[in-house]
């Protein structure tokens, strides 16, 4: 692909824009000396070349898949309603990404509450997005919970045997629960009811004080992410998240 094209696919403004990047010479490709003024440039656009465009580093990626560390007091929505959006945490190239001749940039897949922090995905990978957020794919999520009051281990058979929340008269239950100190628990969940921590944790006597997601599938938060941080995922990680997400189990 030409060069503009390129430096498009990746979000870097519209065709006219990304030409005019290159033509001013502010455009400059991994192992090439000189800044290449040719908009129409033909470029072997493989996965991670480096290039970078005013003097930013970036890689170039068919489709974006990221990491992110979600801060309290941040919403995960495009048009948030009383928080920041966890999408200025994110540069403008990775929410200006083209697809399918919009821009959309890049989606979460799933959602936290604006004052629980920990582990997001975000990609512009349709086929991911549904494979990981749809119910029936049963991906575990697992939390780490600060109770106000204190854990035992009443409140921990009670989460794995199930509870019922006041929406719906089937049961609710924990993959997995275990008591991490006298006040926090880590809670294992399958299935993403609206608010299903909370108040799974309300149903057996207690309350959330802090929620943290640590990990999602096979992918754990990084030690090294601080809130607010993004990275690209791994190759081994994208692999592990595509394992995590299984084929859809035909309805009975």
Known sequence: MSLADMLYSQGFGTRRVCAGLVQQGLVRLEGVPEPVTDALHAVEARERLGFTVQG????????????????????????????????????????????KGAVQGVQAIGRLDQDTTGMLLLTDDGKLIHQMAFPRRHVPKVYEVTCRHPVDSAQIQRLLAGVVLDDDPKPVRAAACEQTDDHALRLTLTEGKYHQVKRMVAAVGNRVEALHRSRIGALELPADLAPGQWRWLTPAELEAARQTAPAATPAA
């Open 56 to 99: 930013q580093p970036w890689e170039y990626h068919a489709q974006a898949y990221v990491l992110l560390h979600k801060p309290a007091g941040t919403e995960c929505s495009q048009k948030p309603s009383a928080w920041p959006s966890i999408y200025t945490l994110l540069p403008a190239p990775l929410r200006q990404r083209p697809q």
